[in-house]
């Protein structure tokens, strides 16, 4: 503010605004690179121009990188059903986005099974089938303790019987470092394809928006267990501004595709591009 | 995807082999090392850099022995600064009151339940006590449930109402049925929420209000990124909290949120959470945590 050059001052207050928002080290020099050929081309550019130009870097980077803006909670037509595995570290919030998906997904007129499959944290079945309750949505389950892969072969199963359009199934939290658990998701996923030979169509990985630079780690092993290809990022209605995702999708050319705001039903949006990078430079 | 730190500082020290003391000149490289290797480890920005800034202070003009490199050194001044910031020595759990009151708060998903758990079983085991579990999260689906799942594991009473929705009048509550049953410890185990959320934060102070707590413990993931100062200092502010808990400490994060929560409202790390299971819980040490944020 009060400068009209862009000058090593704003760049050093710009590196603090996306260090700060969790965009890393390596992604803020990335950026301010950008920024800097960027001022270096178009000369006289001021701190006014700076926003605009920073957030279209940004908003392109993100772009180079398959994160196309979503407008609205569809699934392809011709995959039917539609499975959907969601995964990722404990406590980002997977089942309760798997509640909130299946909410948006019934609005938009398909019928969603979910498979409880994280037969291990205490009451996760239950927790999952108290959202199945309130979307109205039936929940597979064989209880707890049992084999999470037989229990998403049933939910399939089923969902094929009932002719569903879309199956979620639930996993248990894992840290990424757990070979034995990481290893447990590819199992899932090889006893799905018996019934399915290309499911899961969708491996969505959950990241807590307070993760910091771990979150790299976590992308990284659950991609090498199963594939991930698409994101989801959580708890965006605190203070936490999730820049994490803009260096992973980046290097690991994953789209984010829903971010979650609240812990309500309605709360989950599609991804889009320019609010998420505008957040990162308002208020906080 | 961390280099030790030592080697980066050795490396930004070639230059000075063979030099005397620590000079000006060839300390700003290694504070920027420094400085870097914390940011990537999750201290927050302003705290990263001020720390870099006091380590090149008292290398400045220190001796560079023959025996030791350069890198060394730094590394050296660095983990001390770092453990002596992080508390020196572990600070035991606060078990005065009959009976004891223990109030668990933090973000939604931190690990509070699962600590709730943990941490009566290690009173019940490792100190003799005979501690009870209230379970006063009347939001999360099945909150309630899980609490109770985890005091069966553990043969620990959970006291709960579902009829009653209100966190104060269940808190109070379940201190009366411990009292009226002799037990010596309550865990109260609350809902998650956001700094942010006025009403929410509204209602952990009015539990705290009506219950006085001997031990206020906010429950961290030690995962978390720069927020950390942010919900750190929110909490603090409303709850004046006794002590920190670091959970899923068993994953591979430095953890530099440590540094940072310690920096912005200097209470003591109490505990750290190293699994799932009901037996995965440690008491704090600074000098390990040191070493962690460091990639040593
Ligand atoms: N504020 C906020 N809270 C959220 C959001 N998403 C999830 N939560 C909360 O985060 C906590 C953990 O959510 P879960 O859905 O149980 O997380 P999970 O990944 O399934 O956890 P595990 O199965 O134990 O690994 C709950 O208290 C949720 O209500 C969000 O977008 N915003
Ligand atoms: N690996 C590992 N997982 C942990 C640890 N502590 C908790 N968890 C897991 O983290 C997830 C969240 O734990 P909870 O105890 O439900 O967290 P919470 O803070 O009570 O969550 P809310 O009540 O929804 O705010 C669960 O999957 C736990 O099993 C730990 O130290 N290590
Ligand atoms: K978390
Ligand atoms: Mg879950
Ligand atoms: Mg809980």
Known sequence: ?284 | MFDNLSDKLDRAFKVLKGQGQISEVNVAETSKEIRRALLDADVNYKIAKNFADSVKEKALGQDVLTSVSPGQLFTKITHDELASLMGGESTDINLKGSPAVILIAGLQGSGKTTFSGKLSNYLKKKKGKNPMLVAADVYRPAAIDQLHVLGEQINIEVYSDKENKNPVEIAKAGITHAKSKGFDVVIIDTAGRLAVDEQMMNEIAAVKQAINPSEILFVVDSMTGQDAVNTAKAFNDRLDFDGVVLTKLDGDTRGGAALSIRSVVDKPIKFVGTGEKMEALDVFYPKRMADRILGM
Do not use: C
Not at chain 1, 35 to 64: G, M, P, Q, Y
Not at chain 1, 127 to 156: C, H, N, Y
Not at chain 1, 196 to 214: F, K, M, R
């Open chain 1, 1 to 284: 503010v009060g400068k009209s050059k862009v000058d090593d001052e704003v760049l050093d207050n710009l590196e603090e605004i996306l260090v700060t928002s969790d965009v890393g080290v390596d992604t803020t020099l990335k950026i301010i690179g950008r920024i800097e050929e960027r001022v270096a081309r178009d000369k006289f550019v001021n701190t006014s121009e700076l926003n605009a130009i920073l957030n279209e870097e940004i908003v392109a980077l993100l772009a180079e990188n398959n994160t196309e803006d979503y407008t609205q909670f569809s699934i392809p037509k011709d995959k039917k059903p539609y499975v959907i595995m969601v995964v990722g570290v404990n406590g980002v919030g997977k089942t309760t986005t798997i509640g909130k998906l299946a909410y948006q997904l019934k609005q938009s007129g398909h019928k969603v099974i979910l498979g409880a499959a994280d037969t291990f944290r205490a009451a996760a079945v239950d927790q999952l089938k108290i959202w199945g309750e309130r979307v109205d949505v039936p929940v597979v389950t064989q209880g707890m303790g049992a084999d999470p892969a037989s229990v998403a072969f049933d939910a399939l199963q089923s969902a094929i019987g009932q002719d569903a359009d879309v199956v979620i199934i639930d996993t248990a939290g894992r840290l990424h470092n757990k070979i034995n658990l990481m290893n447990e998701l590819s199992k899932i996923k090889r006893v799905m394809q018996k019934l399915i030979p290309d499911a899961p169509h969708e491996i969505l990985l959950v990241l807590d928006a307070s993760t910091g630079q771990n979150a790299f780690e976590q992308a990284k092993q659950f991609t090498l267990a199963t594939e991930v290809n698409a994101l989801a990022l959580t708890k965006l209605d605190g203070t936490a501004k999730g820049g994490v995702v803009i260096g992973i999708s980046d290097q690991f050319k994953i789209p984010v595709k829903y971010i979650g705001v609240g812990e309500g039903i309605e709360h989950l949006q599609v991804f889009n591009r320019k609010e998420f990078v505008g957040s990162l430079f308002s208020e906080r």
